[in-house]
């Protein structure tokens, strides 16, 4: 099902191997399986790299300058690639992880629980981001980045940042596929001018990022064609998703 990540190496019973082998310090070897929405098609199951969680890794602490004075709210639950976003940049990086389950718990309170835990960084969807902060002027003392991606940020999430963070925080809107997570990142602050459609940024460190037509030539300004991405936090493969795929999916067990 669409969400849903695949466990691509575990030991029983809490057994532990003496000794890490040659091949588990692989970067190429695989880290685990997300699949895609499948908004454009059929689910695909797409391997993610040891090598390329740690690129992903990089660009994302690179880009937000997390550090271990950092505490992370993680709202999305861990099959989705958002959770693997906040989960790797906290132990990478020596940060605090919150661990918000919004299904059980809800999204009433949202402010004093952003206050009360200390949050500097908030991720979530623009959907979630409305709930949480537009019922309220209050602004959490800590929150120095609100990281909004996963749907279409408007010039209305821009306008209700601006009015409810703090004076000195910073909004980002990110974009990127399963394939690759983190293709390019807008930064706002409260002087920011507020427009429509809300830019999506520039291209992250690591990555060159084009817009080609059939052909693979680059399209004028203006002109649309198919967004073309290299680097290495390119996902290094994407199958489709279905029973015949999972004989395939068995040499990364």
Not at 5 to 14: E, I, K, R
Not at 155 to 176: E, K, M
Not at 185 to 212: K, M, T
Request: glycine share 12%; aromatic share 6%.
């Amino acid at each position: 099902p669409t969400g849903t990540a695949v466990l691509v190496h575990a030991w029983s019973d809490g057994a532990q191997p003496a000794a890490h082998s040659a091949a588990s310090r692989d970067p190429l070897r695989p880290a685990y399986i997300i699949f895609t929405s499948g908004t454009t098609g059929k689910p695909k199951g797409v391997v993610l790299s040891q090598a390329e969680v740690l690129a992903h890794s990089d660009t994302y602490t690179s880009g937000l300058q997390i550090t271990a004075a950092d505490r992370l709210c993680m709202l999305a639950a861990y099959s989705f690639e958002a959770a693997i976003m906040d989960i790797v940049g906290a132990l990478l990086n020596g940060a605090c992880l919150f661990v918000w389950n919004i299904r059980r718990e809800g999204l009433s309170g949202g402010i004093a629980r952003i206050a009360g835990e200390g949050i500097t960084i908030f991720h979530s969807t623009p959907t979630v981001f409305r709930h949480v902060f537009g019922g309220t002027d209050e602004a959490p003392a800590h929150l120095r980045l609100v990281i909004l991606g996963g749907e279409r940020t408007t010039s209305g999430d821009v306008a209700l940042f601006q009015r409810n963070c703090p004076a000195d925080a910073t909004l980002v809107n990110g974009l990127g596929p399963t394939e690759c997570t983190i293709i390019c990142q807008a930064f706002f602050q409260r002087s920011s001018e507020v427009v429509e459609p809300v830019p999506i940024g520039r291209p992250v460190d690591g990555l060159e990022v084009s817009i080609q037509d059939g052909q693979g030539m680059p399209v004028l300004p203006g002109d649309e064609g198919e967004l073309v991405v290299r680097g290495a936090q390119v996902r290094s493969e994407a199958r489709r998703v279905g029973p015949e795929c999972r004989s395939r999916w068995s040499q990364y067990q």
